[in-house]
């Protein structure tokens, strides 16, 4: 009875082990058991034909040789914290036996063992996500220009239109200098003085109006930077001043003290800014509300800045149940409306680790809001 009791149970350890040997091996990730000091005590097939060994050639070779000598801190990195009897994931690039290299996401995990602990690593080939992921950067970084370009489009007749008031500005202070210099008599330089300084500042406006548009329009922004958000939200409603005017449209800013930095790309924050705001005057300009006021308000929330947009409009389409579906691609309530502004919107601010939402306002009109986590844990930096 016991010797068949012994054997049964050798039999069913011995059944074990084969069904996991054939586990082991069927599995298509890389798979590598590796002692405490990086040697290679055993792979699967699928471990072989990524690196482009057999193996016999990989069993008993330090792991170190099939990763990518720029890698080696983060996996000695990683060995400390399987030391310790942690499990890390890291970025890698691994080396195939020709010297060719690929992208690699590795996990491990300690296997407690007697007399050793030896760990697991499982190294998947990520290559051709990571190309996926990069081609999809890309495309959304052209998506955003797109609508900065078609939203400049829109503008440049009201930018025109600014452009012109400081040029015949400059015109008119330049011919008032000619007369002077050019009547009989001393000419007063007090008045030369001051219509000199009249030509510098219409200059500048000129300048400024048309470097904000170019920021705009640019292929990529400087990146991302310590920035005050109430500076950029002044920068955005001075870049719409024009159309403001033009569409009798009041904006008021609430900027709330001592906020927090945030790190932000400035340019594509500016033109989610831009994009709500010209949304909020198109809303009233076919709307009897009067008076046509815009309000740009921040706030701390937590750790967080709230920015809010809040018109005096339409309101939001009854037809929109969810909130979600007005920044889906292509979902618009405009006649001639792409539905990509909405969309780039809540792309740009979901890349912040933002959120963009849009509520109804009881009095009438619609408001948009979106957040930024504030740098330092949302501690004032004085701005």
Same mark, same amino acid.
């Given at each position: ?6 054997? +049964? ?13 054939q586990?082991?091996?069927?599995? *298509? ?8 000091r990086? $040697?290679?005590?055993?792979?699967? *097939?699928?471990?072989?034909r ?9 069993? +008993?070779?330090?792991v ?16 400390? $914290? ?6 890390f ?7 195939? $036996? ?5 992208? &690699? ?15 697991l ?6 290559t ?5 992921e990069?081609? =999809?950067?890309?495309?959304? &970084? ?7 370009? &078609? ?8 930018v025109?239109?600014e452009? /012109? ?5 400059i ?26 300084e ?23 922004? *400087? +990146? ?5 958000? /109430?500076q ?19 904006v ?30 198109? &809303? ?34 009854p ?6 579906? =007005? ?6 309530? $405009?006649?001639? +409306?792409?539905g =990509? ?14 959120? =963009?939402w849009?509520?109804? /306002? ?20 004085g701005?």
């Amino acid at each position: 009875m016991r010797s068949r009791d012994a054997s +049964g149970g050798a039999g069913t350890s011995s059944a074990r082990q084969q069904h996991y040997g054939q586990v082991f091996d069927a599995i *298509p990730d890389s798979l590598f058991v590796v002692d405490i000091r990086g $040697k290679v005590l055993d792979v699967n *097939p699928a471990a072989c034909r990524a690196h482009g060994y057999s193996r016999h050639e990989l069993t +008993g070779l330090n792991v170190r040789r099939v990763i990518h000598p720029g890698y080696h801190p983060r996996f000695e990195e990683s060995c400390r $914290k399987i030391g310790g009897q942690g499990v890390f994931c890291a970025q890698m690039v691994d080396l195939r $036996k020709d010297g060719s290299t690929f992208d &690699a996401e590795m996990i491990g995990r300690a296997i407690p063992a007697r007399g050793k602990t030896p760990w697991l690593a499982i190294v998947r080939d990520v290559t051709q996500r990571n190309r996926t992921e990069e081609r =999809l950067r890309r495309i959304e &970084a052209q998506l955003a220009r797109l609508s900065r370009v &078609a939203a400049t489009g829109e503008m440049a007749a009201a930018v025109a239109h600014e452009v /012109n008031q400081p040029i015949c500005s400059i015109i008119n202070y330049a011919k008032a200098c000619r007369n002077a210099l050019a009547a009989e008599g001393t000419c007063q330089l007090d008045d030369l003085r001051q219509w000199n300084e009249g030509i510098v500042a219409s200059a500048a406006q000129a300048c400024e109006v048309i470097t904000r548009l170019s920021d705009m329009v640019g292929k990529t922004g *400087p +990146g991302r930077t310590s920035s005050s958000i /109430n500076q950029i939200v002044e920068e955005s409603v001075h870049l719409l001043a024009c159309e403001a005017r033009q569409h009798q449209v009041a904006v008021t800013l609430k900027l709330a003290d001592s906020l927090p930095a945030v790190h932000v790309d400035r340019i594509q924050i500016q033109q989610v800014l831009v994009n709500l705001l010209r949304n909020a005057y198109q &809303a009233m300009a076919n709307h009897l509300c009067k008076p046509r006021l815009v309000t740009v308000g921040t706030a701390r929330i937590g750790t967080c800045i709230e920015v809010t947009v809040s018109d005096c409009g339409p309101g939001l389409p009854p037809t929109f149940d969810d909130d979600l579906s =007005l920044f889906d691609t292509f979902v618009t309530t $405009k006649p001639d +409306g792409l539905g =990509l502004g909405l969309a780039i919107s809540a792309t740009i601010i979901r890349a912040h680790d933002g959120r =963009l939402w849009a509520t109804a /306002n009881p009095d009438g009109g619609a408001a948009f809001h979106f957040t930024l986590p504030g740098e330092n844990g949302g501690r004032s930096n004085g701005y």
